[in-house]
């Protein structure tokens, strides 16, 4: 993985089920994660278990995108046949999910 966040940057993530009282437009979105066409979008951590919720968006496909969880390891593994990894977006800025054209393009909200 690019750019891996380190411990002290997963910190400012909430913790897993923090937020589930908040309506998924309204959840705020820490941290971004791409490869090519793809995009993770993590709003809740728990450093217990290495996982992530968030929204996913794989290959463009906007009509199978999708609120779930995802295995940080398995993201910190994830390679293309060429080589390529996951990297984390160092110009990410905190913004709710209703405010990402991508997630918005998707219905996720």
């Given at each position: 993985m690019w750019n891996e966040p380190a411990?002290?940057?997963?910190a400012h993530i909430p913790a897993l089920y923090a937020t589930e009282h908040v309506p998924l437009a309204e959840k705020l979105i820490p941290m971004h994660f791409f490869l090519g066409a793809?995009?993770?979008y993590a709003a809740e951590y728990s450093p217990q278990d290495r996982i992530f919720f968030g929204y996913a968006?794989?290959?463009d496909d906007?009509?199978?995108a999708e609120w779930?969880?995802?295995s940080f390891d398995e993201l910190r593994e994830?390679?293309?046949p060429n080589g390529l990894e996951i990297e984390r977006d160092l110009h990410w800025k905190t913004?709710?999910?209703s405010e990402i054209e991508r997630i918005v393009q998707s219905s996720g909200v």
């Amino acid at each position: 993985m690019w750019n891996e966040p380190a411990e002290v940057d997963l910190a400012h993530i909430p913790a897993l089920y923090a937020t589930e009282h908040v309506p998924l437009a309204e959840k705020l979105i820490p941290m971004h994660f791409f490869l090519g066409a793809c995009d993770w979008y993590a709003a809740e951590y728990s450093p217990q278990d290495r996982i992530f919720f968030g929204y996913a968006i794989l290959n463009d496909d906007f009509q199978n995108a999708e609120w779930g969880y995802v295995s940080f390891d398995e993201l910190r593994e994830l390679k293309t046949p060429n080589g390529l990894e996951i990297e984390r977006d160092l110009h990410w800025k905190t913004r709710k999910a209703s405010e990402i054209e991508r997630i918005v393009q998707s219905s996720g909200v």
